[in-house]
């Protein structure tokens, strides 16, 4: 559907609009009461949501390519129907293949509160079966206010039961990560990625001074992370979700990544609300699961 037809069907005036940007990326922007937000239609990918009088809570490399074949570096990925790299084929897309498509626009609604609801849906298709053996659908419900709510609803709606990893996967804008802690996962085990997934226990808030790239599992924790550069602290909550992943590439992976900007690496912290790792969900014919998180600045 173009862009102008999408405006004229779903668009709001003063609270929602959808434009295609000069480097040729298809967005919507969404004005609320009490915050505002950017969402990429590739993707359904939230690229910012600046809570009002604030600053903006997300943080997107200047070197991403938004309308390009790729992922958008930064926002909210969302990643789905696998988490990470695929079970069985390493040539298949990191991080699921929902992440780089279009999703359709179901609905824009503009709430009583003055908050404003987005949702967007994704199908699979049959030429991803290669990759994924089952017939998914997928909601995601993005209402910008205050906080950002998103929930992630996945539907078995095929006749094969199948197994789903996911992750809103939310690059927090930071000052200074060398700077930053995370509170909520003190105690809490984790596989460690950059160890071979060695299995270790969380002493004390998070810091990160190396790459970070952890599954805390069996956790369902509201987590905080404190930034004490930019004067802030944003909370994660979360439900549906027995798994949070933290992580950073620090400067060396970062460099090899080539797609973060100039230092961009200390200026992000991804803190994903999961189900990922040991964290399965398994879905039978007909049956849905919901991810939620909610994402706020702490008073
Ligand atoms: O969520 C952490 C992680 O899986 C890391 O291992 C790292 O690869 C990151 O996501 C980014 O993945 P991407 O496919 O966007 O380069």
Request: hydrophobic share 40%; net charge negative.
């Amino acid at each position: 559907m173009s862009i102008e037809t999408l405006q004229a069907r779903h668009g709001i005036p003063d609270k929602v609009q959808f434009v295609r940007r000069s480097d040729g990326a298809e967005v919507v922007k969404v004005t609320a009461d009490h915050g505002s937000a950017l969402v990429a239609l590739k993707g359904a990918h939230v690229m910012s949501f600046i809570p009002a009088g604030g600053q903006d809570l997300l943080w997107v490399s200047p070197d991403t390519f938004v309308a390009g074949p790729g992922a958008i570096r930064g926002g909210i990925p969302v990643c789905w129907p696998w988490f990470a790299t695929h079970q069985t084929d390493a040539a298949a897309p990191a991080h699921g293949f929902a992440r780089t498509e279009p999703w359709v626009v179901q609905e824009t609604v503009a709430l009583p509160g003055g908050d404003v609801r987005l949702a967007f849906t994704f199908a699979t298709r049959p030429e991803h079966q290669r990759w994924f053996e089952g017939s998914a659908e997928a909601i995601l419900t993005v209402t910008v206010g205050r906080a950002l709510n998103l929930s992630l609803e996945t539907h078995n709606s095929g006749g094969k039961p199948f197994h789903l990893t996911q992750a809103l996967h939310s690059y927090f804008n930071v000052g200074d990560i060398a700077r930053v802690s995370v509170a909520g996962l003190e105690g809490t085990e984790y596989l460690d990625k950059v160890e071979a997934f060695a299995r270790k226990r969380q002493a004390g808030p998070v810091t990160i001074d190396r790459e970070v790239d952890r599954i805390y599992v069996a956790t369902s924790a509201t987590t905080t992370i404190d930034d004490p550069a930019m004067g802030r602290r944003i909370t994660v909550t979360k439900q549906g979700s027995a798994s949070t992943v933290v992580w950073n590439p620090w400067a060396e992976r970062a460099a090899r990544m080539g797609d973060l900007g100039p230092d961009g690496w200390r200026h992000f912290l991804c803190v994903e609300t999961t189900n990922a790792g040991p964290d399965t969900i398994h879905l039978a014919p007909g049956e849905r699961h919901i991810l939620e998180a909610q994402i706020s600045l702490t008073p």
